[in-house]
C-alpha cells in the first residue's frame, strides 16, 4: 500500500515539474499533437545545457590546474624554509638513549634533570667516565664548566624500585655520548655547507612562479571569457526565442 502511494506521488510530482516546463492548458505539454511545438523548446535547453556544462568543466579543469600550480609552489617553498630551520634551530632531536639517572641523550642535546636541570648542546662536548670514589660521568661544554652527574656504585637494600647501573653501562652510555657529539660535529659542518646553497635555493623557488602564474592567468582568461561566450549568448538567444514563440501559443511564459 506505502509503495503504491510512494508510486503515485513520485508519478504525480514529476508530472507538475514536466508541465511546468511547459506551462499551458495540459494538451500543449501532454499530447502528440504539440510534440512539434515542444521538440524546439527541448532541443534549445539541451544546447544551453550542453553549453554551459562545456564552460563549466573548462572552468573547473582550469581552477583545477592552477590550484595543483599554486600548491606545487607552496609546496616548494615549505619544504627549503623547514630544511634551512631545521639547520638553524635543530631543537633537541630524536631520542637516542636514557634517562640514564638524569642523563638523556638526544640527537643534538644531553638533558641534565635534577635540582637544576640544563639542556647541555652536543656540539663539541666532551664527556668522562670514571669510578672513584663514585661513578660519575662529566660533561664538559666547550668553553663552559663541567657538569657532573653521580650514580650509586652498589644498589642499597631494600631499594629495588631506584634504577641502578653498572659501570660497564654507565661507561657504554658515556662513549655513545662522545659519538653523538662526533655525529654532532659533522652535522655541523654539512650544515655550515649545506646553508648558503639551500637559501639560495629558496631565493630560486620564491622567484620560480612562472608555472603558477600562468596558470592562473589562464584561469582568470577562461573565467573572463565565460561571461562573455558567444556560444551561450546565442544558445540562450534561440532559447528566448522559443520561449516567446510558447508564449504566443498557449498564453504562459515557460522558465529557461
Not at 55 to 81: F, N, P, V, W
Not at 115 to 139: C, Q
Not at 147 to 162: I, V
Request: charged share 30%; hydrophobic share 35%; with cysteine.
Amino acid at each position: 500500500m506505502y509503495a503504491l502511494l510512494l508510486v503515485v506521488l513520485m508519478a504525480a510530482a514529476a508530472t507538475t515539474w514536466y508541465w511546468s516546463r511547459y506551462p499551458g492548458e495540459w494538451r500543449y505539454a501532454f499530447s502528440a499533437r504539440h510534440a512539434s511545438d515542444r521538440a524546439p523548446l527541448a532541443t534549445c535547453r539541451r544546447d544551453l545545457r550542453e553549453v554551459t556544462r562545456e564552460a563549466t568543466q573548462a572552468e573547473r579543469s582550469a581552477r583545477k590546474r592552477a590550484s595543483a600550480e599554486e600548491a606545487k609552489y607552496q609546496q616548494d617553498i615549505r619544504e627549503l624554509e623547514n630544511e634551512i630551520t631545521g639547520l638553524l634551530r635543530p631543537g633537541l632531536g630524536s631520542h637516542v638513549k636514557g634517562p640514564i639517572g638524569d642523563l638523556t641523550l638526544y640527537t643534538h642535546v644531553v638533558k641534565k634533570a635534577g635540582e637544576n636541570p640544563v639542556d647541555i648542546p652536543l656540539a663539541g662536548l666532551r664527556a668522562t667516565f670514571s669510578s672513584d670514589p663514585t661513578y660519575m660521568i662529566d660533561l664538559t661544554p666547550p668553553g663552559a664548566r663541567t657538569q657532573r652527574t653521580k650514580y650509586p656504585r652498589r644498589r642499597e637494600a631494600g631499594d629495588e624500585a631506584t634504577p641502578f647501573f653498572t659501570a660497564e653501562q654507565l661507561s657504554d652510555f658515556t662513549l655513545e655520548i662522545m659519538n653523538a657529539a662526533a655525529d654532532e660535529s659533522n652535522f655541523r659542518a654539512s650544515r655550515d655547507a649545506r646553508l648558503p646553497h639551500a637559501r639560495k635555493e629558496l631565493e630560486t623557488a620564491r622567484n620560480n612562479s612562472a608555472d603558477r602564474d600562468a596558470a592562473l592567468k589562464n584561469l582568470q582568461d577562461v573565467c573572463a571569457w565565460q561571461k562573455s561566450n558567444p556560444l551561450r549568448k546565442e544558445a540562450l538567444a534561440r532559447l528566448d526565442r522559443e520561449r516567446r514563440n510558447w508564449q504566443q501559443l498557449t498564453g504562459k511564459m515557460p522558465p529557461k
